[in-house]
């Protein structure tokens, strides 16, 4: 009977999945490790994990207690209703120069409530849909008058 040594890893093979739900900052993550003794073990176990997790709901229930999580914070408590600060001409103002209102123009698609995204020189709301094939083309912000906007 051969027994392998005290140092050798039991399993010396593994890979981590990292399953995002959405694009955006906030958005869930579900991230298991996949640990065998062989790479092949391993590429096995991945396609049986991804696959019992789409089978048995876990990534749609995971993405829904998530949004319900960020629904319950954002819609109460004392940091939630806070209007949002910026530093500007070395003073400490309001955010957007509004007292921190809510976008307006088209901030909702057919799938949804668009997620809000800043550049250097652009801000715009995007489609929350999955899947790039499904998304509705952004809204832009004007600059003139602050609404955001889908361009045709």
Known sequence: ?????????PNPFRVGLTFKAASGFDAEWITPTIYGGTADEVARRSVELMTALRE???IEMASKA???TRDQYKGGGQAAKATPKKFEGGRVVAAGGDGGSAPEGDVTCVHGQRTHRTGATWEAMFCPAREKSEQCPPAWKDKKTGRFV???
């Open 66 to 68: 998530a949004a319900y």
């Open 1 to 9: 009977m051969t027994t392998a040594p005290a140092s050798a890893a």
């Open 150 to 152: 889908v361009k045709s």
């Open 56 to 58: 048995h709901g876990v």
